[in-house]
């Protein structure tokens, strides 16, 4: 992540706390930076505050709206690919073109009650049977 910091562009950072469908309640947080545009001379590309507000609400808008569509395990399976970071970047291309964009943490503010016939149907039930029987 350090290395993706450079001079020349702006860094734009947005966080969110969500809560998923099976009742986490985590905060994402998203970083991106501009990059310059197809026939551009100049050699910064710097972003407007008005269009850095804009792409934070974007950024939040499409961070909720993924993390309360799923649960924790699907949420998690779109980290990996990094969908959510290029769904960002489609979208926020017409306000100013963005690169590397990235979910870089997710906290988890909140976890649902410990439920046993939950976790044996997802798969922890051959921890838990050693200790239950």
């Known amino acids: 992540?350090?290395?993706?910091?450079?001079?020349?562009?702006?860094?734009?950072?947005?966080?969110?706390?969500?809560?998923?469908?099976?009742?986490y309640t985590l905060r994402m947080f998203c970083i991106g930076f501009t990059k310059k545009r197809a026939n551009q001379v100049k050699r910064t590309c710097y972003a407007q505050s008005s269009q850095i507000r804009q792409i934070r609400r974007k950024m939040t808008e499409i961070m909720v709206n993924q993390a309360q569509s799923c649960d924790l395990k699907e949420l998690v399976q779109k980290f990996i690919p990094e969908s959510i970071g290029r769904e960002i970047e489609k979208a926020t291309s017409s306000i100013y073109p963005?690169?590397?964009?990235?979910?870089?943490?997710v906290k988890i503010l909140k976890a649902p009650k410990f439920d046993i016939g939950k976790l044996m149907e997802v798969g922890f039930c051959t921890y838990l049977h050693i200790y239950l029987c």
């Open 1 to 23: 992540l350090r290395s993706l910091v450079k001079k020349w562009q702006t860094l734009i950072e947005a966080h969110v706390d969500v809560k998923t469908t099976d009742n």
């Open 98 to 105: 963005l690169q590397n964009v990235f979910i870089r943490k």
